[in-house]
Nanobody, 129 residues
Framework: QVQLVESGGGLVQDGGSLRLSCAAS??????????MGWFRQAPGKEREFVAA????????SYADSVKGRSTISRDNVKNTVFLQMNNLRPEDTAVYYC????????????????????WGQGTQVTVSS
């Protein structure tokens, strides 16, 4: 089993920045060949893909809505994945979830939620206008 714990959410003004972190325990990113992703869910909306970084690292994918404003990265030694978000907008307000999925395809991170086996509890990001 993998436990994922997010942190770094909060309240920020329009145009501000946040850095989300997700610490994993129970397995290791490298040995267990895990893609890592971030998804979000706003009130009344379905969960949507935000960003992903593939096993073993380097290859990334972003939703169009955050491309150019966000950077996903991973530390395979510390089993932690990060999401740096800049120039935040009110429409970025959502609960952000970290997810991990085992893969046999290096450098090709999945953007599909159904390909992720493990999920964190989520961290709230609120952007005020």
């Amino acid at each position: 089993q993998v436990q994922l714990v997010e942190s770094g959410g909060g309240l920020v003004q329009d145009g501000g920045s946040l850095r989300l972190s997700c610490a994993a325990s129970g397995r290791t990113f490298i040995n267990d060949r895990m893609d890592m992703g971030w998804f979000r869910q706003a009130p009344g909306k379905e969960r949507e893909f935000v960003a992903a970084i593939g096993w073993p690292g380097g290859a990334t994918s972003y939703a169009d809505s955050v491309k150019g404003r966000s950077t996903i990265s991973r530390d395979n030694v510390k089993n932690t994945v990060f999401l740096q978000m800049n120039n935040l907008r009110p429409e970025d307000t959502a609960v952000y979830y970290c997810a991990g999925g085992m893969t046999d395809r290096p450098f090709r991170p999945s953007i599909r939620a159904e390909n992720y086996n493990y999920w964190g509890q989520g961290t709230q990001v609120t952007v005020s206008s």
